[in-house]
């Protein structure tokens, strides 16, 4: 079983930058593939980034790309979201995903197996 818990959420104004944290437990990060979806109110979850388990293969949304980094730190078994450039549009609960193939950084969110409860990013104006 793969426990994930995120963190790093909180309240910044557009431009600043916000690094999320997501502790993996149960598998190692690098035989999972794992990713970053996000859901404001109202809407439906949406893809943001993944990443297969050695990270040679990355995915970003095109809303995301250049502003948005996903990457692991094997020693500490955690994967992380380095969010820079934030805009209000960017406000949701962020929730980290693994997958157990892990040579795979899919996209679809009903080919994650594990879910983390989410954190809340709100970019003010």
């Known amino acids: 079983q793969v426990q994930l818990v995120e963190s790093g959420g909180g309240l910044v104004e557009a431009g600043d930058s916000l690094r999320l944290s997501c502790a993996v437990s149960?598998?190692?990060?690098?035989?999972?593939?794992t990713g970053w979806f996000r859901q404001a109110p109202g809407k439906e979850r949406e893809f943001v980034a993944s990443q297969s388990g050695y990270g040679q293969l990355r995915n970003y949304a095109d809303s995301v790309k250049g502003r948005f980094t996903i990457s692991r730190d094997v020693a500490e078994n955690r994967v992380y979201l380095q969010m820079n450039s934030l805009k209000p549009e960017d406000t949701a609960v962020y929730y980290c995903a693994a997958d157990r193939r892990s040579s795979y950084a899919t996209v679809r969110a009903e080919e994650y197996e594990y879910w983390g409860q989410g954190t809340q990013v709100t970019v003010s104006i």
């Open positions: 149960g598998r190692r990060v690098v035989s999972v593939g």
